[in-house]
């Protein structure tokens, strides 16, 4: 894999991780529906 | 339905986010995307995904889990009522709805039968039915042989296919019958963690593959997530790339079925909606970018090579789910333990889909006509199981193919299409944003009320457009079917034009006896 591909991988894998971790650290933070 | 009969709710938020997320990811997850990225420019398909994503999907996810509780609230499950809801005066908007249970229904007729076969190659990776088949041509005459399509040494009809759909149908029925919180939640609280649990296995497996021919270095992992990771930038200038990528988000997150809508009417007026649904989408996204863009093509690109794999990732995504797979698997050490964890992987993506898929049309009954639960599903179970059939012994004659393009691509974007516009321009943005807001745990940011209310809507109408002009025309006018076929593709069209006369006719008869009744329908 070239530079590039690194790039695009690290970037994608990156946005998705950060934004579903944020999403499940947000979720257990808050209440529960009933 | 009569005051005071209570609907069915979520146990929990996670049970809620765990159902829609199960809804969305899929077959197409692990087996389309990859193909998809693979063809379209690589890792510069991500620029037009992830533009898709935040221009498109998300806005959909948000509109449709907030139409969704909204018409909860007046006991409406299904998009018939809750576009009655929106739009009270129009008494025509209700039939518009119809597509959001025509389309579910249609979709689960022939998705049950290719979920089977995931289950069905589960079991044959333990009992290692394929594990001396070498060949691609061999492996394909395996699935030929299992689906019915020719007679060989595998396979001597359709027969061990119709026991694992038998199976298949009969383990949806029995999830879809003990409803939202004791079925469907319980179900995908354990089968989304095992799907991943399955994912992590194959995806370490995989990276840890290395050079396995010593003989051609090139061949190795590094190289099979280049061939899907590397950026060919000349592709961004094609309007194709950009239409392919804007069709995958649209296809992984259930947006346009009506399944969403359904799910979140079990919300009540209160709870989130605005973290729940961007919470189910990024958990959509980690199962398809991270996990479904790391398993097949790599692995593939490793023992087959950059020549070969470009021609079956051209060749459809069954072929690489069912036929390159089991062969990448097939050279690896515990290959019935790997082949099994990659089917069921594929097995659990299928139901947690499918019985969401079952859900529209049973809201419908319980909602609108007052059935039990019981009755619900048993009506349901027969009707669908008889609707099953033409794509389990018709599939050779493109029926399968018919009934995924109307129920599955061309009313999926229309009805996007109609319940954005309904919720933007008819309910009014305002009022769709402080829907939004209800409950919410999180502030959109406000740059997004601008998106919803032009640029979703807009985004919406040039895929419809494009593709209505470039793709749709010539399948309309079956330009590539052969004259053998055409009668199958014909019948599958007015069985399918009956199915969505007869639901058609069934909203006007559920709103003419609650008028007879004098109940209020809001």
């Known amino acids: 894999m070239n530079f590039s591909g690194w790039v695009f991988l690290t970037v994608s894998w990156g946005i998705i991780i950060g934004l579903a971790s944020l999403c499940f650290i947000k979720v257990f933070s808050k209440k529960e529906v009933k | ?522």
């Open chain 2, 1 to 522: 339905m009569k005051q005071g009969k209570k609907r069915d709710n979520w146990g929990s938020r996670l049970g809620i986010i765990m159902a829609v997320a199960g809804s969305a990811i899929g077959l197409g997850n692990f087996l389309r995307f990859p193909a998809k990225a693979a063809t379209n420019g690589g890792g510069a398909f991500m620029i037009p995904y992830f533009v898709s994503l935040f221009l498109l999907g998300i806005p959909l996810m948000w509109i449709e889990w907030t139409l969704g509780r909204y018409g909860g609230g007046f006991e409406h499950g299904t998009a018939p009522g809750i576009f009655h809801s929106i739009w009270q005066k129009n008494r025509f908007i209700k039939y518009f709805g119809v597509i959001g249970i025509f389309g579910p229904l249609v979709i689960f007729i022939y998705y049950t039968f290719i979920e089977s076969w995931t289950l069905a190659y589960s079991f044959f990776a333990l009992t290692g039915n394929y594990s001396a088949i070498t060949e691609q041509s061999a492996m394909q005459g395996f699935l030929r042989g299992f689906q019915g399509l020719e007679h060989n040494q595998y396979f001597n009809g359709l027969g061990t296919a119709y026991i694992f759909f038998l199976i298949t149908f009969a383990l949806n029925i029995w999830v879809i019958y003990y409803g939202i919180k004791g079925g469907i939640e319980k179900l995908c609280k354990w089968a989304m963690p095992l799907l991943f649990v399955f994912g992590l296995i194959l995806l370490f497996r995989v990276v840890t593959l290395g050079t396995p021919d010593l003989s051609r270095p090139e061949l190795n992992i590094s190289n099979g997530f280049g061939f899907l990771w590397n950026p060919d930038f000349s592709a961004l200038k094609s309007a194709r790339v950009w239409l392919e990528a804007a069709g995958q988000i649209f296809f992984t997150l259930s947006v346009g079925i009506g399944v969403i809508l359904t799910y979140a009417s079990y919300l009540s007026k209160g709870d989130d909606v605005v973290l729940s649904g961007l919470t189910a989408a990024s958990t959509n996204e980690v199962a398809e970018v991270i996990l479904g863009g790391s398993i097949i093509i790599p692995a593939a690109f490793v023992f087959f090579g950059q020549a070969d794999l470009q021609a079956i990732a051209r060749s459809g995504v069954f072929n690489l789910g069912f036929v390159t797979m089991p062969l990448v698997l097939n050279k690896l050490p515990l290959a019935a333990i790997l082949g099994f964890f990659w089917f069921f992987l594929l097995f659990l993506a299928g139901i947690t889909s499918s019985v969401s898929l079952a859900q529209p049309a049973i809201a419908f009954l319980e909602d609108e006509f007052d059935i039990n639960r019981k009755k619900a599903v048993s009506i349901f179970g027969v009707v669908s199981f008889l609707l099953c059939q033409p794509a389990i012994f018709f599939l050779g004659r493109g029926v399968v193919d018919e009934l995924d393009f109307w129920g599955g691509t061309f009313f999926l974007v229309l009805f996007a299409t109609i319940e954005t516009v309904l919720f933007v321009w008819v309910f009014g943005m305002d009022n769709a944003w402080d829907e939004i807001h209800k409950g919410a745990d999180m502030r959109i940011p406000k740059v997004y009320k601008f998106i919803i209310k032009y640029i979703t809507p807009l985004f919406l109408f040039i895929i419809l457009g494009m593709w209505f002009w470039q793709e749709w025309l010539p399948i309309i006018f079956m330009k590539n079917i052969s004259c053998a076929d055409r009668p199958f593709i014909v019948a599958t069209r007015i069985g399918l034009a009956v199915i969505f006369l007869t639901l058609a006719a069934l909203v006007r008869i559920a709103w003419r006896k609650k008028k007879l009744q004098g109940e209020k329908i809001r």
